[in-house]
């Protein structure tokens, strides 16, 4: 029935096309995409295919035009066969987190082709994923070049390295939760944008995203604590040095807090350079960061 249904929506915007509106028949020609990864949107965007997007996930916050500019269906982890089979669409690309199983079998089951495209929080993996996204959209020529600009931010980044003498240590909050923290450690996106930034991950020896003891925080002894903003819901200095273990850190002296975008700082996607450059200006400030990542970062402070 969902199939029946995704067909006859998709055939119905085929025979409209040509007298909808100018340009359409060239576009009915074109797949038609939904996207579940925030990371991916951007990739597409960046691409310059967004017109080719008829769906996007609730993580796609960036560009911020992207929710806006294209019907919702919902939480990543929590994808609705229905909702996604409603926007008959070609191909679904997403990341590995998106979910459940049983709805992307479902989509599978009507006819649609579902793209999973492997996270990896790492320099290669960035790479490697803006020129799969390129090729899956015919768009190899404009991936090759995003992909030969965020590789010039990463070479930037080594060398600003390799200047710095005593990493920070840095501890990533997830969130609290009735006072407990859940902190990212090896392995995860939050270690790799730390070393990345040349500071150092204060519980490297916790594997994943895990909750850890008041004693495990007091004995990680974090210079900096990072997290990510989440509009009204952000952590404040207030919510985090209040708690006991985090007060008796070296971190709460100055009650050094830092939060940013987290799609821009866990993502691993086009402006990881940028990110990572931030977090070092924060962290590092003694860094010497090569003059090709300003230019990233102006141009994405305009946007």
Same mark, same amino acid.
């Given at each position: ?20 509106? $100018? ?13 579940? *990864?925030?990371? !991916?949107?951007? %990739? ?26 294209? $019907? ?6 929590? !994808?609705?066969?229905?909702?996604? !089979? ?15 199983? #049983? @709805? ?8 649609? #082709? ?59 909050? !997830? ?15 939050? #270690?790799?944008? %730390? +070393? ?19 004693? @495990? ?16 819901? @952000?952590?404040? $200095? ?20 830092? +939060?940013?975008? *987290? ?30 990542? @300003? $230019? ?8």
């Amino acid at each position: 029935m969902l199939a029946t249904l995704a067909r006859a929506a998709a055939l119905a915007a085929f025979v409209c096309a040509p007298v909808c509106a $100018p340009g359409a028949a060239f576009a009915a020609e074109e797949e038609r995409l939904v996207v579940a *990864g925030g990371v !991916l949107t951007e %990739i597409l965007y960046a691409l310059g295919a967004q017109d080719r997007i008829v769906g996007v996930d609730t993580t796609s916050l960036h560009p911020p035009r992207a929710l806006e500019e294209h $019907p919702d269906i919902g939480y990543l982890r929590a !994808l609705s066969a229905e909702g996604v !089979l409603s926007l008959a669409p070609d191909r679904v690309l997403a990341t590995d987190a998106a979910g459940p199983a #049983d @709805a992307l079998d479902l989509i599978r089951q009507a006819g649609v #082709d579902v793209e999973i495209l492997r996270e990896e929080p790492t320099e290669a993996g960035v790479l490697a994923r803006i020129r799969e996204v390129g090729a899956l959209v015919e768009a190899e020529e404009a991936a090759r070049a995003l992909a030969d600009e965020v590789a010039a931010g990463f070479a930037a980044l080594a060398q600003a390295r390799a200047t710095i003498e005593a990493p920070v240590r840095v501890l990533f909050v !997830l969130s609290l939760q009735n006072g407990r923290a859940m902190v990212g450690g090896a392995g995860t996106s939050a #270690d790799a944008i %730390i +070393t990345l930034a040349g500071g150092e991950n204060a519980v490297s020896g916790v594997d994943g995203y895990k909750p850890v003891t008041d004693e @495990a925080i007091i004995a990680a002894a974090p210079d900096v604590i990072l997290s990510i903003g989440r509009g009204d819901h @952000a952590l404040s $200095p207030d919510d985090v040095f209040a708690l006991p273990a985090f007060a008796m850190t070296p971190a709460a002296a100055e009650r050094r807090l830092v +939060t940013m975008d *987290g799609l821009a700082l866990l993502g691993f996607g086009p402006r990881t350079p940028q990110a990572a450059a931030e977090l070092m200006k924060i962290l590092h400030p003694e860094a010497v960061i090569a003059p090709v990542i @300003a $230019p990233l970062l102006r141009a994405e402070a305009t946007r």
